[in-house]
């Protein structure tokens, strides 16, 4: 740990994820790193320090986080990364559910033409119109 540096630990969950940063990181750093160990996107994380949610845009210098502090972290269900739910163990970014759940996905029949379910989700899909 350099002299810059400090420690941290997140409560999410009920676990404790330790964490290293600068204190001239912002909150919304931080969520990012956060990420690959809980699934949860940052605009669904809400990080509490001392009964108050930190603003994305802030230091952690200046929201007074300092060595050795534990922030809480909560994961708004439903705003969590594609690949499954939000995940209470850690584990690797990279799982074989993605393949699984895009296998069990063909078996479905979807009555929705493409344009529908474009409208409905605001995400348009290509990948099965075999684009070159």
Partial sequence: MGDNEIKITVKFCGRPIPITLSPDSTVLRLKNLLLPLTNVLPRGQKLIFKGKV??????????????????????????????????????????SRKTDR?????????????SERWKATGVIALAEHNLK
């Fill in 102 to 114: 895009v296998r069990d996905m063909k078996m479905v029949p979807v009555g929705k033409t493409s």
């Fill in 54 to 95: 930190l603003a994305n845009e802030e230091t952690l210098g200046v929201a007074g986080v300092t060595n050795g502090v534990k922030l809480m972290l909560i994961g708004t269900q439903g705003v969590h990364q594609g690949d499954g739910p939000i995940l209470k163990e850690a584990q690797s970014p990279i799982t």
